[in-house]
Protein backbone atom coordinates (compact mmCIF):
# COMPACT_ATOMS: atom_id res chain seq x y z
CA UNK A 1 0.00 0.00 0.00
CA UNK A 2 0.83 3.78 -0.06
CA UNK A 3 -0.26 7.29 -1.32
CA UNK A 4 -1.04 8.68 -4.22
CA UNK A 5 -2.12 12.16 -4.77
CA UNK A 6 -5.54 12.01 -6.85
CA UNK A 7 -5.72 15.00 -8.13
CA UNK A 8 -7.49 16.77 -11.26
CA UNK A 9 -8.18 20.01 -12.89
CA UNK A 10 -11.38 21.78 -14.35
CA UNK A 11 -12.17 24.77 -15.87
CA UNK A 12 -15.86 24.68 -14.82
CA UNK A 13 -16.54 25.60 -11.16
CA UNK A 14 -19.21 24.76 -8.21
CA UNK A 15 -21.54 27.48 -10.08
CA UNK A 16 -24.76 26.01 -11.22
CA UNK A 17 -24.60 28.03 -15.18
CA UNK A 18 -20.92 26.62 -15.66
CA UNK A 19 -21.96 23.07 -14.63
CA UNK A 20 -24.98 22.74 -16.48
CA UNK A 21 -22.62 24.29 -19.60
CA UNK A 22 -20.50 21.34 -18.88
CA UNK A 23 -22.87 18.65 -18.76
CA UNK A 24 -24.82 20.04 -22.55
CA UNK A 25 -21.48 19.53 -23.37
CA UNK A 26 -20.75 16.21 -21.91
CA UNK A 27 -24.55 14.96 -23.80
CA UNK A 28 -24.26 16.77 -26.88
CA UNK A 29 -20.47 14.85 -27.27
CA UNK A 30 -21.80 11.69 -26.25
CA UNK A 31 -24.83 11.91 -29.03
CA UNK A 32 -22.96 12.48 -31.73
CA UNK A 33 -21.98 10.77 -34.24
CA UNK A 34 -19.10 8.55 -33.40
CA UNK A 35 -18.76 10.74 -29.40
CA UNK A 36 -18.34 7.71 -26.71
CA UNK A 37 -15.94 9.65 -24.71
CA UNK A 38 -15.89 13.28 -23.29
CA UNK A 39 -12.48 13.93 -23.45
CA UNK A 40 -11.32 15.90 -20.50
CA UNK A 41 -9.66 19.48 -20.38
CA UNK A 42 -6.95 20.71 -18.48
CA UNK A 43 -8.03 23.74 -16.34
CA UNK A 44 -6.27 26.31 -13.53
CA UNK A 45 -8.63 24.87 -10.46
CA UNK A 46 -8.22 21.84 -8.18
CA UNK A 47 -10.21 19.21 -7.76
CA UNK A 48 -10.35 18.40 -4.18
CA UNK A 49 -11.23 14.46 -3.72
CA UNK A 50 -13.04 15.39 -0.21
CA UNK A 51 -16.64 15.38 -0.28
CA UNK A 52 -16.85 16.13 -3.57
CA UNK A 53 -19.67 14.73 -6.02
CA UNK A 54 -18.16 16.08 -9.33
CA UNK A 55 -15.04 13.72 -8.72
CA UNK A 56 -16.34 11.04 -10.17
CA UNK A 57 -17.18 12.67 -13.25
CA UNK A 58 -14.38 15.48 -13.49
CA UNK A 59 -11.84 12.23 -13.05
CA UNK A 60 -13.54 9.63 -15.28
CA UNK A 61 -16.13 11.84 -17.43
CA UNK A 62 -16.40 8.39 -19.28
CA UNK A 63 -17.65 6.64 -17.05
CA UNK A 64 -19.76 9.06 -15.45
CA UNK A 65 -20.84 11.89 -17.50
CA UNK A 66 -24.27 12.84 -16.26
CA UNK A 67 -23.47 12.90 -12.85
CA UNK A 68 -25.66 10.09 -11.47
CA UNK A 69 -22.94 8.21 -9.35
CA UNK A 70 -21.22 10.62 -7.72
CA UNK A 71 -19.48 10.51 -4.36
CA UNK A 72 -20.71 11.60 -1.52
CA UNK A 73 -23.82 13.65 -3.15
CA UNK A 74 -25.11 16.23 -0.48
CA UNK A 75 -28.84 15.82 -2.34
CA UNK A 76 -29.64 11.89 -1.16
CA UNK A 77 -31.95 11.80 1.70
CA UNK A 78 -30.35 8.67 3.09
CA UNK A 79 -26.17 9.15 2.92
CA UNK A 80 -24.20 6.42 1.78
CA UNK A 81 -20.31 5.93 2.52
CA UNK A 82 -18.23 6.13 -0.37
CA UNK A 83 -16.81 2.64 0.53
CA UNK A 84 -20.26 0.94 0.34
CA UNK A 85 -20.83 3.09 -3.09
CA UNK A 86 -17.31 2.32 -4.84
CA UNK A 87 -17.96 -1.91 -3.99
CA UNK A 88 -21.46 -1.46 -5.40
CA UNK A 89 -19.71 0.24 -8.49
CA UNK A 90 -17.07 -2.40 -8.73
CA UNK A 91 -19.70 -5.72 -8.11
CA UNK A 92 -21.95 -4.63 -10.53
CA UNK A 93 -22.07 -7.15 -13.65
CA UNK A 94 -20.40 -5.80 -16.83
CA UNK A 95 -19.60 -2.91 -15.02
CA UNK A 96 -17.14 -0.23 -16.91
CA UNK A 97 -16.10 0.83 -13.36
CA UNK A 98 -14.25 -2.41 -12.80
CA UNK A 99 -12.67 -2.62 -16.57
CA UNK A 100 -11.42 1.22 -16.24
CA UNK A 101 -7.26 -0.15 -15.01
CA UNK A 102 -6.93 3.07 -12.66
CA UNK A 103 -10.42 3.55 -11.26
CA UNK A 104 -10.15 1.14 -8.37
CA UNK A 105 -6.66 2.30 -7.24
CA UNK A 106 -7.33 5.89 -7.50
CA UNK A 107 -10.47 6.08 -5.33
CA UNK A 108 -8.76 3.61 -2.26
CA UNK A 109 -5.91 5.89 -1.94
CA UNK A 110 -8.85 8.55 -1.40
CA UNK A 111 -10.36 6.41 1.20
CA UNK A 112 -6.59 5.87 2.33
CA UNK A 113 -6.55 9.62 2.61
CA UNK A 114 -9.95 10.06 4.08
CA UNK A 115 -9.16 7.26 7.18
CA UNK A 116 -5.67 8.58 7.67
CA UNK A 117 -7.14 12.44 7.93
CA UNK A 118 -9.89 11.40 10.05
CA UNK A 119 -7.33 9.38 12.96
CA UNK A 120 -4.86 12.01 13.01
CA UNK A 121 -2.93 13.28 16.15
CA UNK A 122 -1.67 16.65 17.22
CA UNK A 123 2.16 16.04 17.81
CA UNK A 124 4.25 18.87 19.87
CA UNK A 125 8.36 18.32 19.96
CA UNK A 126 10.00 17.94 23.50
CA UNK A 127 10.53 20.95 25.47
CA UNK A 128 7.90 23.48 23.26
CA UNK A 129 5.04 22.28 25.17
CA UNK A 130 5.04 25.86 27.34
CA UNK A 131 6.22 28.05 25.16
CA UNK A 132 3.31 26.85 22.81
CA UNK A 133 0.17 26.68 25.59
CA UNK A 134 1.64 30.35 26.48
CA UNK A 135 0.80 31.23 22.84
CA UNK A 136 -2.17 29.90 22.80
CA UNK A 137 -3.12 31.63 26.09
CA UNK A 138 -2.22 35.28 24.28
CA UNK A 139 -4.26 34.69 20.90
CA UNK A 140 -8.02 35.07 21.42
CA UNK A 141 -10.01 32.03 20.58
CA UNK A 142 -12.06 33.72 17.82
CA UNK A 143 -8.78 34.39 15.54
CA UNK A 144 -8.47 30.62 15.01
CA UNK A 145 -11.71 30.30 14.09
CA UNK A 146 -11.27 33.78 11.73
CA UNK A 147 -8.04 31.85 10.40
CA UNK A 148 -9.45 28.33 9.73
CA UNK A 149 -12.13 30.47 7.46
CA UNK A 150 -9.74 32.29 5.59
CA UNK A 151 -7.55 29.25 4.95
CA UNK A 152 -10.39 27.21 3.83
CA UNK A 153 -11.52 29.64 1.13
CA UNK A 154 -8.14 29.84 -0.15
CA UNK A 155 -5.10 28.40 1.05
CA UNK A 156 -2.49 31.18 0.20
CA UNK A 157 -4.75 33.51 1.82
CA UNK A 158 -1.93 36.59 3.70
CA UNK A 159 -2.48 36.91 6.65
CA UNK A 160 -3.27 40.74 8.22
CA UNK A 161 -3.26 40.85 11.85
CA UNK A 162 -0.70 40.62 14.46
CA UNK A 163 -2.73 38.03 16.18
CA UNK A 164 -3.37 35.70 12.97
CA UNK A 165 0.73 35.72 12.71
CA UNK A 166 0.86 34.36 15.99
CA UNK A 167 -1.95 32.07 15.07
CA UNK A 168 0.14 30.57 12.25
CA UNK A 169 3.56 30.33 14.13
CA UNK A 170 1.87 28.36 16.73
CA UNK A 171 0.13 26.32 13.77
CA UNK A 172 3.60 25.72 12.43
CA UNK A 173 4.79 24.56 15.76
CA UNK A 174 1.94 21.85 16.01
CA UNK A 175 2.50 18.64 13.64
CA UNK A 176 0.17 15.73 12.97
CA UNK A 177 0.87 12.64 13.36
CA UNK A 178 -0.92 8.89 12.63
CA UNK A 179 0.59 5.81 14.61
CA UNK A 180 -0.11 3.43 11.54
CA UNK A 181 -0.60 5.16 8.21
CA UNK A 182 -0.03 2.91 5.10
CA UNK A 183 3.26 2.68 3.55
CA UNK A 184 4.89 4.16 6.61
CA UNK A 185 8.06 2.36 8.07
CA UNK A 186 6.19 1.52 11.34
CA UNK A 187 3.30 0.75 9.34
CA UNK A 188 5.25 -2.24 7.49
CA UNK A 189 7.73 -3.17 10.56
CA UNK A 190 4.64 -3.60 12.67
CA UNK A 191 2.74 -5.96 9.80
CA UNK A 192 5.84 -7.68 9.45
CA UNK A 193 6.26 -8.40 13.31
CA UNK A 194 2.76 -9.25 13.27
CA UNK A 195 3.32 -11.81 10.71
CA UNK A 196 6.13 -13.30 12.26
CA UNK A 197 4.07 -13.80 15.53
CA UNK A 198 1.76 -15.86 13.40
CA UNK A 199 4.27 -17.88 12.04
Given at each position: ?????????????????L???????????????G??????????????????????????????????????????????????????????????????????F??????????????????????????????????????????????????????????E???????????????????????????????????
Amino acid sequence: DFFMEASGYSTSSSNTSLYNAMKADALAHCLSDGGHFVVPWKGHRAIHDFCNEYTLTWMFPHLDPFVLGGFDDPHWHKPVSMAKQLAHLLHMANSRFEEEPTFAFVFHNILQKREAACLVRFHILDGRHTCIVEDIQQIPGQVFSKLADKLQKSQWAKVTLVEEEMALRVLHKVHMLRHDVPSSDAYKWCHRNEIRSLV
